[in-house]
Structures are given as C-alpha cells and as structure tokens.
C-alpha cells in the first residue's frame, strides 16, 4: 500500500520481523541540556574538548545541580566524540552583567537579558540602557572591565607648562595677536581666521652654541576662531599640512605659508605667555601618560598600542576621528584567576557603520559588529560618548582643549553611522565595569552583584533547552544525554520521557538515560536500590532509541579538589562513540572489550548478579564494578519493552547506520525517472555498501528488492520509488553457557556428544 507524501523527499520505514555512509556514516555528536555557570542560553554550541567546555561554559561549580551536568559532559568528551551543549534558562536564570548609564535604566533582565547573538542582533539597536554588556546571562562577568580610548586623545596633554629661561610654553596658549590672512602652520587650510592656536609641545631645543635661540618645538592640533563674541574650535589633523612648527621661546612667531615658520615675516605673529613658575617639568604625551581605568593593576595604553588614529576609509571620506581600542580585562581576577589580566584586545576599530579595515579590506571594523563577532566576552550597546555615566561614576575625560572636562568634539557626530564627512563625537579615556550579572537563584545582591548563586534550572526550561534537539535537519546529533534528573522522582521520570521522546521522533539518534540520584546515592540498603531503579524505569516510554543504565559513578572533580557522584548516561553515549570509532557502531559497547568506563572510582550502586537478573528484564543495563576489570557496563539492552532485534544496542546501531548511509544514495534517486537502469543504479549503490558492512560483521544476510515487484504501475504512476532492503543483524552475545562432561574412559566421545 502506497504511503501518501505531500512534497518531494525520502520516506524510511522499519518493518520490524524479529517480533514474537558506506563504513560509518555517524558523527558520534552527543547533545546535552543544563543549567552552566555561563555560555549562549537555548542556543547549540559544538563543544570538541574539556577545555572548550571550561572556554564557553565555565568550569563546574559547587552545587549538586551544575556540577552533575558540566562532569556529565565532560565524561562524553573522554570517549573521543563531540558534543552540542545548551545552557537553558527562562525564569530562573535572571541578567547579564553590564554597564549601565544609570541605575533607572539598567535593565538586562526579563526581556532585556541578552541570552544569545541572535537576541543580540535583533534587540541590541533598541538597547540604550548599557554601553557594555557580558555575553550570556550570570554571575560570571560581574568584575569584567572594558577600556577604550579613541581617536581624540592626540589633543590633550599631561602637563601644562615647559620653562626656559624664565619663560613658559604654555600648552594651549593663546595668541595674542590676531592672525589673519596667511595659512598657519598644521591648519591645511588658507582661510583667514580671528582667534588664536592650540598646540602640543613635542621637543624643546636649550642649545644656544653659534648664537641660536632656544626653541620649543610644537603640533598645532586646534584652531579656536573668536568671531561675534562667539568661538568656533576646529581640529587640525595631524597629516594635514605642515605638521610641525618651531616657537622661539621669549620672542614673536611669525607665520608665512611658503616657509610654515618664519622670523623675519613681521606684522602677524603669536607671543608665547610667560610663566611665574621655575624650571619646566619635561615633555609629556598625554596618550603616553594615560593608563586602562582598572582597579587591580596598573597599565599604560602605550604598552597595548599606539594612539588609535582616524581610519584610511573614514579620512578618503572626509571623515575624521573615528578610531578607537577596545581592551577586555578581569578586573577581580573571577575568569582568569589572574586580577588585572588582560584577556582581550581590538585595535583600531571604528566608530563609523561601514568603516573596512586597511589592511584586511572587506572586514569590517565598526566596533560593534567587530565585537559582537570576535569578543568572547562583550557585547557593546549604545555610544558611550552620548550619557555620562554616572552609575559608575565614569565622566568621559577631556579630548581638547576645552575648559574643565568638556570634551571639543562631544556634540559632533554620533557613533554608528555612515561615513561620510563626519567629525564623530570623542570620549578619551574610559573603563567600564560590569556588575549586576545574576545566576539562577534569587540570592543575588543586585547592588553590588557580587554574590554568587545557584544553578538550578526547572523543568520546563530543561525542556525547552532540549527542544533545540529535536530537529534533526537543523542539528545533527547521534547521542541525546540525559544527565542528572531533577529534585523530586516524577520530574525526573518526566526529563527522562522527554529526551526519549526527541530521539523517538528524530528516529536517528539514541537517548541515553540514567536513575534518579536520591534513589542511588546515600542509599546503603542494595535491595532498595534495585526496588527503586524498578520503580523508576518501569515509568519511561517503551523505545529502542533509548537506553537505560543503573550507574552513578564517584570521581574526581580537580576543579572543586573532591571526590563527586555523577551520573553514567554520558559515558554510556560516550561507550557508543568509542566503539564506533575503535570498531564500529553494530558493535556491542557493554563487556570488558568495549565497555569500561573512564575515571570511575567506585560506584553508588554495585549489583550482584541476582540484582541484575531483576533489572536486566526490566530493561536496565547494570554498570559495574569488577575486581581486575574495572568499571564497565554490562548490558547492551535498549529501553524496548517488548522481545525484538531492536531490543539490543548494536542492533539499532545498525540500522541507524545503513539508514543514514543509505538515505542520500536514496536522495540521489530524486527527480529522476523510475525506470530500470535507475532502479540497477541504486541496487549498484545499496548491495557493496551491505557487503562491506556484512564483512565487516554487521549483517548475517541480506537482501534489496528494487524492481518492478514492488514498482507496480500503481507506485510509478504516484511517483514513487520503492526499495525493500531486507537485513540479518548479527547479535550480540548475551549468555555463555559452559558445559562440562565427565565420560567413562572407554567411550568415544563421538558417542556422546549432542546428548548433554
């Protein structure tokens, strides 16, 4: 009978007759749900190591409800696969750290918490409330500082005044004659202008052997025009025109536009001012002098990079000062261990939307996108330069030559814009610390964020965080793992439904399940434990996608220095990963060849081998200890409740293998006319793969029916394309039974054998 499809694909079916990729086509990709310490939250990332795991998801923490998952994982990743971890979260799991631009306004919970990139990409632009922001929800970034300084900070110096001979150099002096009609020296410009200079000393000359004068040496960097009682205050870009100019000290400067400077040009000069004070105090940089805003270290800007500079595509624009750094510390040391550690740096990124690297043109620089795609840590919100933020007492430093701590430039161009003759707006030198990240539990001070919570996720949101899986065209997975269970019997019972049900309807994957904790651990009664795990597993689904073991194993946690109790289900996926990759998957992965398992001290629950004839019918695979063995598992059933092929593990295996092997030769047949020869292509396809795999001990037997038995007219006419693919798994061995005859001396044994 013809099975209705409503649009083009494969349809595989499994006719169960054992009731009452062509050598391994798996990934070995195990999947795991939990409450972590931090990492993306609902959103699959591939772990491929421990270190990776600690990277993304922090290390594991001192409570029975984190560690259990993080060890879990960790003890798959032992066994050679790789693993999809999502953090879960909703309601328990509460904000992240951030730099907030006033008490009111910081709001990164609820529907404000950024639990991903995709939640940052999509609400970022409506989030002006934070200037930075850690990546994922929790405790773990409260102490995180971001420093910046931009492309303003060339206008400002460290000290105000240089002496020589009784006279001063005084940084932003002012002219006092006006200047008119000839180009100054740095300005790049011929316009006429009333008002007066701001320069930078970068050199002093004291030697006066051959009569020379003294000389200050000097970068004109602003232009303040005085025109109407008002003032107008213009930068002058370095690369600009003539980017020098010597001032002799105690005398009048002249100005030419042939010669820059010029002594003997009477009529327009400048005087510098004098000074009451005594000898000068050195030549000083005000980019040189400045250090990161953090609390448990000092260090210079100067040892990160150089001064940030305006960008080769924001200055062929007409654009200017849109360069700035970006440095990522651990302020309290909570990440690195390390207080002061600087764990990040970004250089020369861009205020301006479009901005494109120089060197490494078409990567975009705009800080942030370049952030949000690079930074393990941060996110960036709005311009900072727009709020004083006075949450954290961070007041933007000044970037000219303004009076007090008013920027020049503060009104000029906001950030994140085009570029395209703009003068974007400066900040200078500014840290920013996140506080306020808060975990699972309601025992976070949110003043000081600073205490540190639980991790106990709910139900639903386990639920929700494992339905990332079930997809099996968006996420590839060949193992879901269960993990630990939940605080009371019936939740667990429910968790454990759930991941059986995923991979009962992905129908290309396993489940693997283990016993609720409370019903092992701290138990000393052995026949209690075994009444118990009954109990347990007599409430899951009947499935051959899922399987059940009885293990909680003790192992070392090096993180915490103790000895832990965690459960086996992800070193039973981790078994079946392992014997994929030494065998292959229709491999049994139980018995002292395949199936011992990876830093086990002991277990809770040890069964004897009358407490596994219980629970071997009830379909729980034992793990156990044995002496001069170790610990192994010692069983291969899967969680169906009935008599079956598929009641083993290498049998489902298998046919998971052949299937997925096979469905892209069947993919292949697609659109094409179902006539013979493509009917023998895919038989040319199907019986090497089978052969191979039944020399390879997979198969007894088998047998592919594609021909016009069953592609009637009828199936042909529906569009259809039929093969029936007949196998004989082999099976595993399960009891060894040794029989031992004594005989009288003169019989021959040909007389008595195959009568015992």
């Known amino acids: 009978m013809a099975t209705p499809q409503l649009s083009p694909g494969v349809l595989i079916r499994e006719v169960d007759l054992t009731v009452g990729r062509a050598e391994n086509v798996l990934d070995n990709i195990g999947a795991i749900a939990g409450p972590f310490v931090q990492g993306p939250v609902n959103e699959p990332t591939d772990i491929a190591t421990e270190q990776d795991l600690i990277n993304v998801f922090g290390k594991p923490q001192n409570t029975d409800a984190q560690y259990e998952y993080w060890m879990a994982a960790s003890s798959y990743l032992t066994y050679g ?81 240089v002496n020589l001979a009784g006279f001063g150099a005084t940084v932003g002096a002012a002219v006092t004659a006006a200047i008119g009609g000839y180009t100054v020296a740095g300005v790049g410009t011929a316009n006429a202008f009333t008002g007066f200079l701001r320069a930078i000393v970068t050199g002093v000359t004291t030697d006066t052997t051959n009569g020379e004068n003294s000389t200050v040496d000097v970068k004109v960097v602003c232009r303040v025009e005085t025109v109407g009682g008002g003032s107008t205050i213009t930068k002058i870009d370095y690369a600009e025109g003539n980017v020098g100019a010597a001032f002799t000290t105690g005398s009048v400067v002249w100005f030419s536009g042939a010669d820059g400077v010029s002594k003997n040009n009477a009529g327009y000069g400048m005087t510098l001012s004098e000074s009451a004070s005594g000898t000068g105090t050195g030549i000083q940089d005000w980019y040189d002098q400045q250090n990161l805003s953090i609390t448990n270290s000092t260090i210079s800007w100067k040892s990160i990079a150089a001064r940030p500079v305006t960008s080769g595509y924001a200055r062929n624009r007409n654009s200017e000062g849109d360069g700035l750094h970006v440095v990522v510390v651990d302020d309290d040391g909570r990440i690195t261990g390390i207080k002061g550690n600087v764990i990040e740096k970004f250089l020369n990124l861009s205020k301006g939307k479009d901005t494109v690297s120089d060197t490494n043109a078409p990567q975009k620089t705009f800080y942030e996108s370049f952030l949000a795609d690079n930074s393990a840590y941060i996110y960036a919100g709005g311009n900072p330069g727009e709020t004083d933020d006075t949450f954290h007492n961070t007041t933007p430093v000044a970037t000219g030559f303004a009076t007090g701590t008013t920027p020049v430039s503060k009104n000029d161009g906001t950030w994140g814009i085009d570029v395209q003759g703009v003068k974007f707006n400066a900040i200078g030198n500014v840290g920013y610390k996140l506080i306020n990240g808060n975990d699972y539990s309601s025992d976070v001070n949110l003043g000081a964020g600073t205490t540190q919570g639980g991790f106990s996720a709910s139900l639903g949101d386990l639920m929700t965080a494992y339905d990332k899986f079930d997809n099996k065209d968006n996420v590839a997975v060949d193992f879901i793992i269960m993990g630990p269970g939940c605080s009371t019997k019936a939740e667990s019972q429910a968790k454990a439904n759930k991941v059986i049900s995923i991979a009962e309807g992905r129908k290309d994957c396993v489940a693997t399940v283990g016993p609720h904790r409370a019903d092992l651990v701290g138990i000393t009664n052995a026949t209690t434990q075994t009444n118990n795990l009954v109990d347990y597993f007599s409430a899951l689904s009947s499935s051959s996608y899922a399987v059940f073991d009885s293990g909680y194993k003790y192992t070392y946690d090096r993180f915490n220095n103790k000895f832990r109790y965690i459960p086996c289900n992800g070193d039973i996926a981790g078994l079946m990963c392992r014997t994929a990759i030494e065998a292959y998957p229709w491999f049994s992965p139980a018995g002292q060849q395949r199936g011992i398992l990876n830093n086990a001290v002991k277990l809770a629950y040890n069964p004897t081998k009358s407490q596994r004839d219980i629970l071997y019918p009830q379909r729980v695979n034992s793990v156990i200890t044995q002496p001069g063995t170790g610990t192994l598992l010692f069983g291969d059933k899967t969680g169906l409740a009935y008599a079956s092929a598929f009641d083993r593990i290498n049998v489902r295996r298998l ?10 030769a069947a993919e292949a047949q697609l659109f094409e006319l179902n006539d013979e020869l493509t009917r023998a292509n895919f038989r040319n396809i199907v019986e090497p793969y089978l052969r191979d795999v039944q020399a390879k001990r997979g198969l007894y037997g088998f047998l592919v029916i594609c021909d016009t038995t069953n592609n009637t007219p009828d199936v042909i006419d529906n569009n259809e394309f039929r093969a029936d693919i007949f196998l004989k798994p082999t ?20 007389e008595v054998a195959g009568r015992v």
């Open 655 to 664: 046919f998971l293998t052949v299937e997925q092997a096979l469905e892209s």
């Open 81 to 161: 696969g790789v693993l999809k971890v999502v953090r879960s979260g909703g309601g328990l799991l509460f904000g992240n750290a951030n730099s907030g631009v006033g008490v009111a306004s910081v709001s990164m919970t609820g529907t404000g918490r950024i639990d991903n990139y995709d939640d940052y990409i999509t609400n970022h632009s409506d989030a002006t409330n934070f200037s930075y922001a850690a990546k994922n929800p929790g405790s773990w970034a409260n102490g995180l500082k971001v420093c910046f300084i931009d492309d303003f900070a060339d206008q400002t110096i460290g000290v105000t005044t």
């Open 731 to 750: 099976k595993s061995i399960n009891y060894v039974t040794l029989t031992f005859v004594a005989t009288r001396t003169g019989i021959s044994f040909e």
